[in-house]
């Protein structure tokens, strides 16, 4: 069975529902409020587990009742918690704010994740065992760093989410595999607004990009081949949040069990359209016999 590692974050999400999300200096009435377990680690890691995987999670919670919770969940959608650590003080959090087409902004505070500044024992063992690693930025970059230098030194697949958006250092860029951005990050790393162009200038940097973009698919580029487009099934989106990690836990699972790329890609993009028709990130996330209802090759 295909194993993947995830060193990332957890954050417990607070999710507000509105008609319209506030401008700055506005007071809006939403109509619904939500703590849905989250954080872009954890939620590729449920991705990828419900998407068929054995999965285990490197990382930190704090001692409090959100971190508990998030243990919880991760360990009841069968993610591997043995290397989740729980530390003094809170866990993190994600402020989000959902309006009614779907979209969302976020504001995260790392609390717990503030703390993975490092590979503890036993992490580097366990990451060379995995056939890939799922790697985000919520957690402080000398960890994502270690992180990714630690697959390379033993042939593990790197798949990165450049997510927030920052400058990356040449020594994390250099032993990444696939670097997943949506449009925004892949504008924000390259100055480029074309997501082909941002594709083509982000290849001189990693040897395989993806570009997500939302309901239209995703653009996919390795060095030496033609662009590669893929479509989104076209459907009615209530909430958003947790769509991109959905479609690379999905996409880390697929590659692993070496289907074709185009394959790979419209399998993964078929797991987010299913989880933009619920509400919440990690609690909309499919499993794998519903990717394989829904898809169609």
Request: hydrophobic share 45%; charged share 20%.
């Amino acid at each position: 069975m295909t194993h993947i590692v995830v060193l990332g974050s957890t954050n417990m999400d607070l999710v507000t529902y509105v008609a319209k999300a506030p401008q700055r200096g506005e007071t809006v009435t939403g109509r619904e409020f939500r703590t849905i377990p989250g954080g872009k680690g954890a939620n590729q890691a449920i991705a990828a587990a419900r998407a068929g995987a054995t999965v285990s999670m490197v990382g930190a919670v704090g001692n409090d009742a959100f971190g508990l919770r998030m243990r919880d969940t991760l360990e009841h959608s069968g993610v591997d918690t043995d290397f989740l650590r729980t530390v003094e003080g809170p866990s993190g959090t994600a402020h989000i704010v959902v309006d009614d087409e779907g979209g969302n902004s976020i504001v995260v505070i790392p609390g717990a994740n503030g703390t993975v500044d490092h590979l503890s024992p036993g992490d580097e063992g366990l990451i060379a065992s995995a056939d890939a690693l799922l790697l985000q930025l919520e957690i402080p970059l000398a960890a994502v760093v270690a992180g990714v230098q630690a697959a390379h030194r033993h042939g593990v697949r790197t798949v990165l989410t450049p997510s927030p958006a920052q400058p990356l250092p040449p020594e994390l860029l250099a032993a990444t595999d696939l670097l997943v951005p949506n449009e925004y990050e892949a504008v924000t790393l390259t100055g480029r607004t074309d997501p082909r162009e941002a594709a083509a200038a982000l290849l001189e940097l990693v040897p395989e990009v993806v570009v997500t973009l939302g309901a239209t698919g995703c653009l996919y580029r390795s060095r030496g081949t033609e662009p590669l487009v893929v479509a989104a099934p076209q459907v009615t989106a209530v909430d958003s949040t947790g769509a991109g990690d959905t479609f690379v836990g999905a996409l880390a699972v697929a590659l692993a069990e070496e289907k074709p790329v185009r394959e790979a890609l419209s399998w993964a993009a078929t797991a987010a359209a299913i989880s933009v028709q619920r509400a919440g990130a990690s609690a909309s996330m499919p499993y794998r016999p519903e990717i394989e209802d829904q898809y169609h090759a």
